[in-house]
């Protein structure tokens, strides 16, 4: 304890004197700072137990990542049938050109679902696994932990938001981001979403033509019912007390519309594919690339 509190004295000092972005913020080092790992710049997999049995994940450390200089994390879940490296593939979040910062973890759901449609297996919760995973990354590698976020496509998605409605799942992360989220645990109200803190950062990104979790809601989709992406951000922009938004064309038939919460715009932060598909907006994407955009969302959000 008092060692951990030395040890975050001891950043702070520096970031001042570094005269950093982040020079006020004080980043909370993680007890795996000082563990040297083989895989700097690679993606590594590796397994331990947890709830729904053996557990797998592809984790990235960056380039520059360094044993004694806590780095953020983010956390990447993938779509429904989909494996990590599909999602590392995707998002990129483990190409230096996007993500040269974060340690970057992409886990597997349980026969390649996450916790929240119908079709997920039973009994199995994804909240619990993210917690151990979490810990299980700050206990060996340098983590900022004021600086862990959440990310997913679609199934995973859905999830990111079931862990921000969670009091006890979700307080660990500082921001959330979620592409074509299909929101089966958040469908109406908000009696099954009790965030830890207000406001809490999202972001969101879906596509007008979306057929599998349509942007106006679907109450027979595949893992059950979904709602209507304005309804549901309506629902998160009470939840942050935001006090109003504005929206605006970033080309390529994109609106962005942004919440301002806590004075802070962008709070709550939507991307409105005009006529985009149920897909991750990749690189190779003809309307938006998602990841520098979640990337910059993340780096201006820290747990406070
Ligand atoms: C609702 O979901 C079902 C199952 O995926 C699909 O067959 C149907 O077309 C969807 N309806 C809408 C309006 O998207």
Redesign the pocket.
Known sequence: MFFSSAISILLCAASVFSGSEAAAVHKRASSGCGKSHNFIGETKQFSFESSGGTRTYRIFLPKGYKVNSPQPLVIAYHGSGKTPKDMEDLTKFSDESVNSKMVAVFPAGVEKHWQGPSYAKEGVSDKVFTTDLVNRIKDNYCIDESRVYAAGQSNGGGFVNTLACSPDHGGQFAAFAASSAALYTDVNGDETCHPARSPLPFLESHGTA?????Y???????GGPVPAIPEWLGRWAKRNKCSGSSSSNIGNDVEQQQWTCAGEKGLLTHFKLNGHGHAYPSSSDKQLFLSPKIIDFFNSHTKP
Not at 210 to 214: G, T
Not at 216 to 222: D, E, H, I, R, S
């Open positions: 979306d057929k599998r979790i349509n106006n809601g679907n109450l027979t989709a595949a």
